[in-house]
Every structure is written in C-alpha cells, then in structure tokens.
C-alpha cells in the first residue's frame, strides 16, 4: 500500500516549490496593467500587447520543454528554468517603456514555460499512478490557489508601497522555491534514446491537437479574468475588488473535494461538462449584474468551473501519450492553457477598449458555451479513440 501513498515528502516538497513559484509570477498579473495605466499612462490596447507577450513566448517555448524533459534530467532542468525564471525579475525595476515590457515579460515567459512544464512532469513522477487524477489535481491547485491569491496580496502591497516593492517580494519568493526544489527526489526513469529521429510527435501532443483547439474557447476566460477583472470591479463601482481572488480561491479549494476521485473512477467527461457550464454561466452572471455580491458569487463559481475543469483536461492529455512522452503531454495542456490566456488577454483588450468591459466578459461566456459544444460534440470522441488507459 505505501507504494499508493499520495502525500509523501517529495510530492509535499514539489507542491510547495509551485505554489511559490506561481505565486511569484501572479503578484504581476493584476499589478501590470495598475501600473501601465496609472504610472505610465499605457492605453488599453497597446496593454493587450503587454500582456500577452508572455503568453505568445510560452507557445514558443513550450514544445521544446516537454522535449527536453522527456530527454534530460528534469530536476536539472527545473532547477535551471526556475533560476533563470527568478532572475528576469530584475528587469521589473527598469522597465519604464512599452517596448521594454513586452521584451521582458516575452523572456520572462520562455523561462516560465520550461520551469513549469518540468514542474508538473516531476510531480507526475512522483504521483502513484493509482492516484494521478488527484494527485495532479492537487498539485495542479497549487498553481490555481497561487493565481487566485497572489493577485489579491499583489494588490494590497502595490497600494501600500509600491510596484518596486512587489518586484522585491516576488523575487524572495522565486529564491524560496529554488531551496525548496533542491530538496525534492526525482524517480530514476529510462530516457528517450538520442538517435531515435526527430518528430512533430516530440513537440507537441499530435493526436491531441483538436482537443487544443477546444481548449482555447474554454480558457480564454483565464486570460480575461487575470488581467481586467480587477479593472471592471474599479469600473463598476465594487469597493475592495481584490476581494475578487479570495472568492475565486475559494471556489478552486472547493472543486478539489470530489472532482480528482471522480476522474480517477472514470467520469471524467461528465467532469468536464460539468465544470465548463458552471463557467459559461458564471461569466454570464459577472457579465450581466453589477452589484458586489453578484461580483464575488461569481468568481467563486469561476473557481468552482476551472478547478474542476483544468485537472481533468490535463488527465486527457496524459491518457493519450505513453509514459515516455509525459513531457509532450503536459506541454501540449499547458501550450492550451496559454494560447486560450494569450488570446484572451489581448483579444480581450480590443474588446473592451469598443465596447467596454460587460461585453468582453458576455463574448467569453459566449465561447465558454461555444467551448462546452466542442467537447460534448467532438473532443469527447477523440478521447475515447485515442486514449491509451
């Protein structure tokens, strides 16, 4: 039985490293665009720029990491795209340009992208495999809980002393995580063979491609919640918007109670519907009543959606990739992830700078249904078709 244990040290000691991780990179979410519009005067469209840069590195980067820690040792590589994702952080204190934002958040996002595709391909190292759907729903929580959280405190600490602070908080946090990893111990694996030839099957997820499409429609939303949702609160007159996270937070831990068992019993498409609608009409409600209660009500159902939602979709992934492709897998999930936040955030923008920001959230629920069709429609069956256990 101890070989089914799921919290152990390692898995502990990993799930620590990325909640602080995460949380690191999420105190800038909410705190960028304040600062663009209040210190630097940015308008709203050149911000969609900003903002999603990092997103766009990220689907540069992210086949190649999950080809090299399938090929390479991945604590090595974690410890590596860790520091240096810890380093760009400097950069905050002299970034006073447009031009130099979008460079630094596009080299701050190829580091993300390597550490937290090595990240989460140690974690499913370690998971027993009798319990990876929880498993990987609990460590996935960490990065959700740390994307809901780290906004709120970012908020606090750039009102009270400023965004040059907050870069100093991040970085003790990104130096933390870097101890933390040191200590966790990586299962021995067998590589993949250097001379076996080259593939697009290397990079990234083929078979999988559809269901990447879908996800799209889904976490567009992300994009749009992390980066406006703090703005439209401000806009609607909500007092302590950054309360928003706290709620959004919330919903997260509350999906984690029965969701991973429930795909590990092999529900999990019946999870995924669940867990899109709930979205869809979450952003439906954010979109249509302007009061505070309907404000938080909402993005605890927001949470509630996608953390039932994204740990699902990545055991998607990772049931139609073989063991040594794990890596490919969990950068084709997270390529997925940070196409739907990338388009959303800088489609998002243009949007709200015609129409304001009460259309751009009724347009994200409209994909999130457009989304739920896709699913129930065709990604279901390409799952069953192509799943592998």
């Not at 694996?189 to 799209?216: C, G, M, W, Y």
């Not at 055991?315 to 959303?344: E, H, K």
Request: net charge positive; charged share 10%.
């Amino acid at each position: 039985m101890a070989k089914d244990v799921l919290w152990n040290k390692n898995f502990i000691i990993a799930c620590i490293a990325n909640f602080l991780t995460a949380c690191s990179f999420n105190l800038l979410m909410p705190t960028i665009p304040l600062y663009l519009t209040e210190v630097l005067n940015i308008e709203s469209s050149k911000m969609g720029i900003i903002l999603s840069s990092y997103a766009f590195a990220l689907l540069i980067i992210r086949p190649f990491s999950g080809f090299l820690v399938d090929l390479y040792p991945r604590k090595i590589l974690y410890l590596t795209g860790i520091s240096c994702f810890m380093a760009v952080f400097v950069g905050y204190y002299f970034a006073v340009t447009v031009s130099f934002f979008i460079i630094l958040r596009f080299i701050h996002g190829l580091f993300w992208g390597l550490s937290s595709v090595s990240a989460n391909t140690v974690a499913i190292d370690i998971i027993p495999a009798t319990r990876r759907a929880e498993g990987i729903g609990y460590f996935g929580v960490n990065m959700n809980i740390a994307m809901a959280i780290a906004p709120f405190f970012a908020i606090e600490i750039y009102q009270e002393k400023g965004f040059s602070y907050l870069i100093s908080v991040a970085i003790l946090m990104g130096a933390l995580a870097i101890l933390v990893v040191c200590f966790i111990n990586v299962p021995k694996r067998t590589p993949i063979e250097h001379k076996q030839p080259l593939s697009l099957d290397r990079f990234i997820l083929v078979k999988a491609l559809p269901i990447l499409f879908n996800q799209i429609f889904i976490t567009f939303g992300w994009g749009t919640l992390m980066a406006y949702a703090i703005l439209y609160g401000i806009e609607s007159g909500v007092k302590s918007a950054g309360l928003f996270f706290l709620f959004l937070a919330a919903g997260i831990i509350t999906s984690r109670v029965i969701s991973g068992k429930l795909v590990d019993r092999g529900h999990i498409h019946q999870v995924i519907i669940f867990a899109v609608a709930v979205v869809s009409f979450s952003f439906l409600s954010f979109a249509l009543i302007h009061n505070v209660y309907a404000y938080n009500i909402s993005a605890f159902f927001i949470g509630i959606g996608y953390g039932t939602l994204l740990p699902a979709l990545q055991i998607i992934y990772l049931n139609m990739a073989p063991t040594s492709q794990r890596g490919t897998a969990n950068s084709t999930y997270l390529t997925g992830f940070d196409l739907g936040i990338g388009v959303g955030m800088l489609v998002g923008a243009s949007i709200a700078s015609k129409y304001g920001f009460e259309n751009m959230y009724l347009f994200t629920s409209l994909l999130c249904f457009v989304g739920l069709l896709i699913y129930a429609f065709s990604s279901r069956k390409i799952f069953d078709k192509y799943k592998l256990r």
